[in-house]
């Protein structure tokens, strides 16, 4: 497999978590004062944080051209 390959597989399953994430945040949004949801709220920026650092890290070893 070609690296362009396996990072566009990889940003392609970041993009899919990312997804599942605004999908979390969008169910939470409704009521973020009530203790559930304040803690999926939380789950779900640490995980749109971690899609970050992931994707940030994979940048770094691309070079543009």
Same mark, same amino acid.
């Given at each position: 497999?070609? &690296?362009? *390959? +396996?990072?566009? #597989? @990889?940003?392609?399953? &970041?993009? *899919? +978590?990312?997804? #599942? @994430? ?9 009521? @973020? ?33």
């Amino acid at each position: 497999m070609r &690296i362009m *390959d +396996r990072i566009e #597989a @990889a940003l392609r399953a &970041i993009k *899919d +978590r990312v997804v #599942a @994430a605004a999908g979390e945040m969008e169910e939470a949004s409704t009521n @973020a004062f009530g203790k559930e949801n304040h803690l999926r709220l939380s789950n779900t920026a640490k995980e749109l944080h971690k899609c970050a650092d992931e994707m940030q890290n994979m940048l770094m070893r691309i070079r543009p051209r």
